[in-house]
C-alpha cells in the first residue's frame, strides 16, 4: 500500500471512528442544558466547541483541500448562546461526515504535497490533515472531560477492548 492511501485511510480512522463517534456520544449523554452551559464568560459550552469543530473542518479540509468557497464566520462559533438543538448538532455532524469523506477520498496524492490556501495560512495537504486530527481530538477530549465531570460516567471509549 503507498503511503498516501494509508495516510488517508488512517485520516479517516481517527476522525469518524474516534472524533465524530465520540462527540455523538458525548452530545447524547447531555441534556440541552448541559450542551449550552458555560461555566464563566471566557469558556465555551459543548455547543460552541461542536459548532467550532464542524466550521474548522469545512474550512480546513472543505474549502483549502477541497476548494469550496469558504464562507465560514468563526467567532460566530463563539458567540452562540443556543441552544441550538441536539439532534440537530447531531445532523450536521452527519451531513459533515459525508461530506468530508467524500472529499478525502478524492484526494490525490499531489494534494497532499502541494501548497493550499487556508484562513490566513499556507499548507501542504498533510499538514491540513493533521491539523484538523490533532484539532478536533483536543477539542473532544475536552468535552469528554466535560461529560465526565458533569455526569459522573465512564464514556467507554474502550469498554470492549482488553488494554491490559
Known amino acids: 500500500m503507498d503511503f498516501s492511501t494509508l ?3 488512517e485520516i479517516k480512522r481517527r476522525l469518524f471512528e474516534e472524533s465524530f463517534a465520540r462527540l455523538r456520544q458525548c452530545l ?6 448541559e450542551t449550552w452551559y458555560r461555566p464563566n464568560e ?15 473542518t469545512k474550512q480546513w479540509i472543505l474549502s483549502g483541500l477541497g ?13 452562540e448562546r443556543g441552544p441550538i438543538p441536539t439532534t440537530d448538532l447531531l445532523d450536521q ?14 484526494l490525490q496524492p499531489e494534494s497532499l ?6 484562513q490566513v495560512y499556507k499548507e501542504h495537504g498533510i499538514s491540513i490533515l493533521v491539523h484538523v486530527v490533532e484539532h478536533f ?3 473532544v477530549g ?9 455526569k459522573n460516567v465512564d464514556t467507554q471509549y474502550y469498554g470492549d477492548q482488553d488494554l491490559g
Open 42 to 56: 471566557n469558556s465555551n459550552s459543548v455547543g460552541n466547541l461542536t459548532l467550532h469543530l464542524m466550521g474548522n
Open 28 to 33: 447524547s449523554m447531555l441534556t440541552e442544558e
Open 93 to 106: 455532524l452527519d451531513k459533515l461526515e459525508k461530506k468530508l469523506d467524500a472529499c478525502i477520498s478524492s
Open 142 to 150: 475536552q468535552i469528554t472531560y466535560y461529560v465526565k465531570a458533569r
Open 113 to 118: 504535497t502541494a501548497i493550499h490556501d487556508v
Open 67 to 79: 476548494k469550496e468557497p469558504d464562507t465560514r464566520t468563526r467567532q460566530q462559533e463563539f458567540d
Open 137 to 139: 481530538s483536543y477539542h
Open 7 to 9: 495516510f488517508l485511510r
